[in-house]
């Protein structure tokens, strides 16, 4: 399942995961950003940052397993 670009969910995805978890993902270039989120996400079969952003807030355990794929 490829992930639908959405600029606007990205944004959303970002200032939440710096809101509520104080991880700043500045730091990161797009693409690599976008590229270690789709990892995430195609392997839940999310085709939006929007759905990734529901299932980060009703599974915590994905929290790891994003930041350990983000930080290679």
Partial sequence: MA???D???LEGLIEFLRRDHN???????RTTLTRRMAKRMQ???L???SE?????EQHP???ENFFNTLLI
């Fill in 3 to 5: 992930v639908i670009p």
């Fill in 7 to 9: 600029d606007a969910q």
């Fill in 23 to 29: 991880f700043d993902l500045g730091g990161y270039k």
């Fill in 43 to 45: 392997a839940l079969e």
């Fill in 47 to 49: 085709s939006s940052y």
């Fill in 52 to 56: 990734y952003h529901a299932y980060l």
């Fill in 61 to 63: 355990e994905e929290y």
